[in-house]
Structures are given as structure tokens and as C-alpha cells.
């Protein structure tokens, strides 16, 4: 396969559109404006983290049109605190007495889907579609917010981590939702006033702050990578497995964490990025079918021998987001909710805690 590694090229002069010398007021009501009328019609096709790739694609725009906006970078990492409390208010002890239950087969299933998306993620590597061990964090199945913050850390190039991974959610649950014929819910008329909702209680959104900020920063001045994300992650849960804690995160609060990070990442694009992507686009879209038919196909032994229907198998091995996988289970009859999300949380956390390990490991061996 050829390289399609970008050769420098000059600065590509302003455009009509350039935001170069506007106002940064002005162009902060632009990034706004413009978030807000992307992830409105995103979020009601129900696409996933939809409150993130809105806010992404708007400050992609306003990048590429030399729109200079610098995201603190305190408010950057608090971001990624938030997140990581949120990842810690699904993660239940009750999951893995689950698959303690299954057996080894169900490990096996698990392991089976990372090791399939390592080795995608490898050859795109190796073959340099992507550079670096940028691939090997595009093809992390699932935790797809977390890959792409934590892949920043690694040496990997954040922007193209991105549009890996949530092309692949994207097509994940199209594919998802196809097979199991049905949508995901529509927004009830209350929606948006529970978006507005003060948290239902004061102390406990207090204290889950209070996690976030002191987590952040022991990160930092540890400098360790992905830090921001993982300390309060691993403290939160810690806390709230012994009832110390009830992780409290309005969806205004949540919502303002995930747009923070949108703008962080795509503000990082420039017109190359975009171009290299466009290149390596028909290699990802190869790959994301490759990943989508090996877990269908594993899907299928699933059903088989643990004797679930179809449709639980391919939920649970689906290399997607696992909130979007939890809607579609929810929401579709006859689907086996516990055991989907039993496979697709221990996934998670294996892939959280392996995936810095393989993408260097591999990367290594790339180099090589």
C-alpha cells in the first residue's frame, strides 16, 4: 500500500471566510452560534456524542478559516475531569459479578474484538495511512472520547484520532440500529427543560466538582499522560463503590465539559489536516467495514454457544461507543440488557488500561 504521508506545503493564503484579523468576541459568538446549530439536528438524529462532534465540526470550520482561539488550558483538562466522572457513574461493581457468571468463553469474546481492532489498527500503521500510532488509537474499539483525549499524551496525532474514531461510532450505530430495526427514542417535550435542571442534590454535585478539580490537579503536578482524565476516573469510582460519593453531573454541566473538548480538538485542525484525512479516508472506511464484519462475525459463534439472540451478540462485540450501544439495547425488545452491557463495560475498562501499552508497544515495531 502506498505512503500517503503529507508532504510539508506552503501556508494557504487567507480566504473570503478568514477570521484572521476579526474580533475575538466576534469570533467566539461565531464558535457558538455555530456549535449550537450543528449539534441540535446531530443530537436529534441521535447521533452519538452528539454534544461533542457538534461543537468539533464547528471549530474545524472556524480553524480552517484561520480563526486563532486559544481553549485555556486548565479549562481544557477540567474538561477531561469531567468526562472521567462520567465514565465512573456507569462503571458498577454488579457488571463484573456478571462476567465472573459467563465463564472464560465470555473473556474470550471481549479479547477476540480487541484483538481484531489491534491488529486493523497495525496494518494501517504499518502501512502508514495514519502516522505514527495514530491508527493503533483510531482502531481502539469503543471508550472513543477517552482514545482520542489519552492518544494526545502518547505522541499521537489527536485531530486524526478523532475522525477515526467517531466515524467508526457513527457507522457502528447506523449499523447497530439498522439491524435492529428500530430508533432510539425521541426527545420527549420536557427534554429540553431537564437539560436546564439544577442537580438534584447540591452536596453531592459539590463534591463531584470538588473530585474533579483535586484530581486534575494531582495530575499535573504529577505530570502523568492522560492524567486528567484517569485520576478523577479511578478516584470517583473508588468513592462511589464504597458509597462515599454520589456522582452528581447535570446535563448542562456535562454538556458544557463535551463542548470544551470539541473545541480543543478541533480548533487543532488546519486545512493539511483535513486534506491528509480526505486522502486516508478510503483506508479507514475499509478498516471501520473490516472491524464492523470481524464482530458480526464473532457475533454469530456468540449466539451459537451462549445461546442468546443475534441481535445481544452483535450489541455486545459491537466496536462502537458503548452509551450508544446502552440506548439501542434499552429501547429494542427481546435484547439480553445485562449481559450486552456486562461485555461492553469489561471491554471498556480492558481497553482503558491496554490501549497505551499496545500503541506503544506496536508503534515500536512499526518503527522498526
Not at 484572521?20 to 468576541?25: I, V, W
Not at 456549535?35 to 468539533?56: E, F
Not at 500510532?133 to 482520542?148: E, F, I, K, Q
Not at 492524567?227 to 458544557?256: K, N
Amino acid at each position: 500500500m502506498p505512503d500517503i504521508t503529507p508532504t510539508p506545503t506552503r501556508q494557504a493564503p487567507a480566504t473570503p471566510l478568514s477570521f484572521r484579523n476579526g474580533n475575538m468576541g466576534m469570533k467566539w459568538c461565531c464558535l457558538l452560534a455555530l456549535s449550537v446549530a450543528l449539534t441540535v439536528p446531530l443530537h436529534a438524529l441521535h447521533l452519538p456524542a452528539a454534544i461533542l462532534i457538534g461543537p468539533m465540526f464547528a471549530a474545524v470550520v472556524l480553524a480552517v478559516n484561520e480563526a486563532h482561539l486559544p481553549i485555556p488550558g486548565p479549562a481544557f483538562l477540567l474538561a477531561q475531569g469531567i468526562v472521567g466522572c462520567m465514565i465512573a457513574r456507569s462503571l458498577k461493581v454488579s457488571i463484573f459479578y456478571k462476567v465472573m457468571g459467563e465463564g472464560p468463553f465470555f473473556l474470550g469474546g471481549v479479547l477476540c474484538v480487541i484483538v481484531l481492532c489491534t491488529l486493523i489498527g497495525f496494518c494501517l500503521a504499518r502501512w502508514k495511512v495514519l502516522p505514527g500510532s495514530t491508527a493503533l488509537w483510531g482502531a481502539s474499539p469503543g471508550a472513543a472520547t477517552v482514545m482520542t483525549l489519552m492518544s494526545q499524551g502518547y505522541g499521537a496525532d489527536m485531530r486524526l484520532v478523532a475522525f477515526m474514531q467517531y466515524f467508526r461510532a457513527a457507522a457502528v450505530a447506523i449499523a447497530a440500529t439498522t439491524m435492529a430495526r428500530s430508533t432510539t427514542p425521541v426527545m420527549a417535550d420536557g427534554a429540553a427543560s431537564a437539560f436546564w435542571a439544577m442537580p438534584a442534590s447540591w452536596p453531592a454535585f459539590g463534591a463531584t466538582i470538588g473530585i474533579i478539580v483535586a484530581g486534575v490537579y494531582l495530575a499535573h503536578m504529577l505530570r502523568l499522560s492522560a492524567g486528567a482524565l484517569m485520576v478523577p476516573l479511578i478516584f470517583a469510582t473508588g468513592l462511589q463503590d464504597m458509597g462515599l460519593l454520589s456522582i452528581e453531573l447535570p446535563p448542562w454541566f456535562l454538556a458544557t465539559g463535551y463542548a470544551v473538548l470539541g473545541w480543543g480538538i478541533g480548533l487543532r485542525f488546519t486545512r493539511a489536516t483535513l486534506h491528509y484525512a480526505a486522502r486516508a479516508f478510503p483506508y479507514i472506511l475499509i478498516a471501520i467495514t473490516l472491524m464492523i464484519a470481524g464482530c458480526g462475525a464473532m457475533a454469530l459463534v456468540l449466539a451459537h454457544f451462549k445461546h442468546v439472540s443475534l441481535l445481544t451478540a452483535y450489541l455486545a462485540t459491537s466496536p462502537g461507543g458503548e452509551d450508544t450501544v446502552a440506548i439501542i439495547a434499552a429501547t429494542t425488545p427481546g435484547v439480553d440488557m445485562p449481559f450486552v452491557m456486562a461485555m461492553q463495560t469489561v471491554r471498556f475498562v480492558l481497553v482503558l488500561f491496554t490501549g497505551p501499552l499496545f500503541a506503544r508497544t506496536l508503534s515500536r515495531w512499526v518503527e522498526r
